[in-house]
């Protein structure tokens, strides 16, 4: 267990159990395609900047019958003059969401959350021991609701100065994984698929890292936030 940091390589992606159905297909390329490398960089203060008019957030709306409310932090700090994003593995042994790549986050809890943004903030202290004092949120992201595991998630934008020492909870926590916005807006490393299934067509999303595949909700809120970060470039 520890934290690791991204960088290219030859081999990409991991082993994560994807349930793709027998009905899917290749979808499209990123907002971002067209893109030169220089303009994949993005300092702390360009990100904060670009999601200053970030429009009023959707609330997340339930996908199923029983879902919960839950919240995840998206937290971003900056090396080497260029922003990172955080995120973890969740150990084979959680309720849901088992062995994927995800932000930190978990269920709202009424009797100790006022809010879902405390929600957010507590889970990635109890997670990755990031304090709540050293976040800065900076917007709230459209919502989204899933499927199998039955949540409604609100996501946070966190911005942390100076890069955070973070430290992982080995029962919610299998690694700690940093990756760099430019890795993430480099077309070779996103893919999108269409997935037929009984009742509805997806649009699922994919960010095959060195030796991790970033999916399901977490990359859909990932390409939403990218999405809006390219916008005017």
Do not use: C
Not at 180 to 209: A, M
């Amino acid at each position: 267990m520890g934290k690791v940091v991204v960088v290219a390589g030859e081999r990409r992606g991991g082993q994560q159990r994807i349930p793709r159905p027998a009905a899917h297909r290749v979808g499209g390329p990123p907002p971002w395609a067209a893109l030169a490398p220089e303009q994949r960089r993005f300092t702390l203060a360009e990100v904060r900047g670009r999601l200053a008019d970030h429009p009023p957030a959707a609330a997340a709306v339930p996908r199923v019958e029983g879902s919960r409310a839950a919240a995840v932090l998206v937290p971003l700090y900056e090396r080497s003059g260029e922003t990172h994003v955080v995120l973890i593995r969740r150990p084979d042994t959680m309720p849901s969401h088992q062995g994927e790549m995800a932000f930190p986050g978990g269920t709202f809890e009424p009797d100790v959350d006022v809010d879902l943004r405390a929600t957010a903030l507590r889970e990635a202290r109890e997670e990755v021991g990031l304090a709540p004092a050293t976040v800065e949120i900076a917007a709230q992201l459209d919502g989204i609701g899933t499927v199998a595991s039955r949540f409604t998630i609100t996501p946070f934008v966190g911005l942390l100065a100076p890069r955070p020492d973070l430290r992982p909870n080995p029962r919610e926590v299998v690694r700690i994984v940093e990756v760099p916005l430019s890795e993430l807006l480099d077309p070779d490393i996103y893919r999108e698929e269409r997935w037929d299934t009984s009742t509805e067509d997806l649009d699922v999303h994919f960010y095959e890292l060195e030796d991790e595949t970033v999916w399901g909700a977490t990359a859909r809120i990932l390409t939403n936030f990218l999405t809006h970060l390219v916008q005017g470039r």
